[in-house]
């Protein structure tokens, strides 16, 4: 179920995908036994030899809460997070009574939140894959499905 297409493409989705697995703490059977994904198909991906099709594509972009295409811009923007923290530091400046650090946590649920409320949208994951996969309580997953 993989795509043939041009090395720069299967280099650059080789790169974010071993991104993601870092930034997760995920390993490669984590990611195929959570998805049904054949190892050694997934390994061709990670192995710059092929890409997955846009279905395939798509439950990745799930499973790591990442648009479509993350998997193929080579590179952040320049100075991508410097911007980001100026712009929730001169937000955490307007609101005074809340630190950096508040700001960031909740932008963080609020990214988790979003996500679950997707995976809970599409129902191809239980509720406690999603609590597992987003790192938010079951108990605050289940109150989300319920809306």
């Known amino acids: 179920m993989e795509a043939k297409t041009s090395n720069s493409i299967c280099v650059v989705f080789s790169q974010r995908m071993s991104q993601l697995l870092e930034r997760d703490g ?11 994904i054949k190892y050694t198909t997934f390994c061709d991906w990670i192995n710059d030899r092929n890409i997955p099709k846009a279905p395939q594509i798509e439950r990745l972009c799930d499973y790591f ?17 410097e911007q980001f923290t100026n712009r929730v530091s001169r937000y955490a400046k307007m609101l005074q009574h809340k630190t950096l650090e508040d700001m960031k946590n909740e932008v963080e649920e609020r990214t988790r939140i979003d996500c679950a409320l997707d995976m809970i949208k599409d129902g191809a994951l239980s509720l406690d894959k999603i609590a597992q996969y987003t790192k938010l309580p079951l108990a605050k997953v289940k109150e989300l499905a319920a809306k």
């Open 26 to 36: 995920k390993s490669r059977k984590d990611v195929c036994r959570d998805l049904d």
């Open 65 to 81: 809460c990442v648009e479509p295409s993350y998997f193929f811009i080579e590179t952040e923007p320049e100075n991508a997070a």
